[in-house]
């Protein structure tokens, strides 16, 4: 396939339950989520079951509207698992920290529901002796109070034990994801897809891009040039997971959607004719990690504010040295290694390439770059030279961070949103702190277009422009739909600076006015 539309507008997918047969349909906007909720609601379990799915030769299928299309006689084998406290996935467990918050509010208020017992319970008493009851039956009474003040104390000590139990069982998770993180059987179709700028990366959730990385380290040969373990790419895998912080924008899924960007890159401009598997693997390895351990706040807040970041690296890419030295810390421990398979030397090149990558998407040294990647090209750009070819190495991971844009609008609109959150979230906080504010951070001066104009105008479409000299398909696959998002922009731009239409009562206020 070429493109996202090629991808089926309905799908029906048939299903075997217990021995009974049933058939789903759903569109290739569903989401992952949908489709696990609609089997779920087919199988009769609740929605926060697990559910897995196998074909006919026993391999696990992907819950994704990709998945595999089958016929009535050769059904998906759906297999259901209600959770349980010790044994939920990721998400169970989630829901269950959901549910256990929403008590919060009684717990804090044990002490008052304590005195109103007493209160109560000494009326109760008072009643008692005035009508006359047995002095056994008050006993009893009094029995029946002090079990529920029990029953409180007892809820009281295990919610002071809370935060620790939530960490003992999200470790405790953790170590059981390894064995249920499946290798997913993918479709012909979603591993081309996958190859493609236009990927959704919307529509997976968070195993399913664990495996989808997999996929595209197996398949660019990089397992085997590097003599990876598959079991400890899984767990680098899941490491590198854990290890990316829930902000709206700097996320485990951006991380995924730059390192698919690279792979679909690596497969435009057919990247193995030019560099050796050793440089896509780094390519790869350093859009897997360039972000580790984002905590939201950019380099200009860190060092603004001092933070501990900005002093240990005395101000000079505070973030990017952060997220390298999180990505070799990963990398020390012998069961995340995926290079201990490789020698000293290699290991060598192998660290100083991921690190200078990861250095090179700091922003503020956009300029540098793209003015040394340009002379590179004049006359010729020699691919046999180390440093051109270090400087394409860092303008393409450049363009792999900041490449939403070059998505369908459905795809990219999400991430200015997220991007705009993160960024209002970090302007809220500079004010209260009293530190500067960029303006196209302030929720107060920024819109949607005019945050997205300028910076494809003058950032993205040049740096494209630039790399399809090099490599001219990037011109109609990447350059021409971001001419195409700066123009959508600059309509919406106009359109929202256009005075309302003067209501009717208006209207009939000038006439009499007149």
Request: glycine share 4%; proline share 5%.
């Amino acid at each position: 396939m070429g493109n996202a539309s090629s991808i089926e507008p309905t799908k029906t997918v048939f299903l075997d339950i217990d021995g009974k047969k049933e058939k789903i349909m759903f569109s290739r906007h569903c989401g992952s989520r949908d489709i696990h909720d609609l089997i779920a609601h087919a199988a009769g379990v609740s929605r926060y079951a697990e559910i897995s799915l196998r074909d006919s030769t026993g391999a696990f299928v992907s819950l994704n509207p990709t998945m595999p299309i089958n016929t009535q006689s050769s059904p998906y084998k759906v297999t259901s698992k209600e959770p349980s406290p010790t044994t939920g996935d990721g998400e169970v467990f989630t829901q269950v920290l959901s549910q256990v918050a929403s008590q919060f509010n009684k717990v804090f208020k044990v002490e008052e529901m304590k005195t109103d017992i007493a209160t109560r319970l000494s009326a109760l008493e008072r009643k008692m002796e005035l009508e006359g009851l047995k002095a056994v039956e008050i006993e009893k009474c009094k029995r029946d109070i002090s079990d529920i003040k029990d029953q409180i104390w007892n809820a009281q000590k295990k919610f002071v034990d809370f935060n620790r139990l939530s960490r003992d069982t999200h470790i405790m998770n953790r170590k059981q994801t390894l064995s249920t993180y499946r290798k997913y059987t993918l479709s012909q179709e979603t591993i081309e897809y996958l190859k493609q700028p236009t990927f959704d990366i919307w529509h997976w959730e968070p195993n399913e891009m664990l495996s989808l990385l997999e996929h595209m380290f197996h398949e660019l040969g990089l397992v085997a040039e590097f003599n990876i373990n598959p079991i400890t790419l899984k767990r680098f895998f899941l490491c590198v997971q854990e290890n990316y912080r829930n902000n709206p924008f700097h996320n485990f899924r951006h991380c995924f959607c730059v390192t698919q960007m690279m792979y679909g890159m690596i497969h435009l401009c057919h990247l193995w004719e030019v560099m050796t598997r050793e440089d896509l693997g780094i390519l790869m390895t350093a859009c897997v990690c360039h972000d580790l351990d984002h905590p939201g706040y950019n380099n200009t807040y860190q060092i603004n504010a001092r933070t501990e970041l900005a002093i240990r690296y005395n101000d000079i890419s505070p973030l990017e040295n952060h997220h390298c030295a999180v990505a070799f810390k990963i990398l020390s421990n012998p069961e995340c290694n995926i290079f201990a398979n490789v020698d000293k030397d290699t290991f060598k090149r192998i660290r100083a390439g991921i690190t200078m990558l990861i250095l090179a998407t700091d922003m503020a040294r956009h300029g540098e770059i793209m003015d040394n990647f340009k002379m590179k090209l004049e006359p010729e750009f020699d691919y046999k030279n180390k440093d051109s070819l270090d400087t394409l190495k860092m303008v393409l991971i450049k363009c792999c961070d900041i490449s939403n844009e070059v998505r369908p609008m459905e795809v990219s609109e999400p991430w200015v949103d997220c991007l705009l959150e993160e960024y209002f979230n970090q302007s809220d906080r500079e004010k209260m702190e009293g530190l500067p504010v960029a303006p196209f951070m302030d929720r107060d001066k920024v819109t949607k277009p005019t945050a997205q104009i300028g910076f494809i105008k003058f950032v993205l479409i040049p740096m494209f422009e630039t790399v399809a000299k090099l490599f001219p398909v990037i011109d109609s696959t990447m350059v021409e739909p971001l001419r195409i998002a700066r123009d959508r922009y600059e309509d919406m731009k106009e359109k929202n600076s256009m005075p309302p239409p003067p209501s009717q009562n208006n209207k009939k206020k000038t006439v009499t006015e007149k």
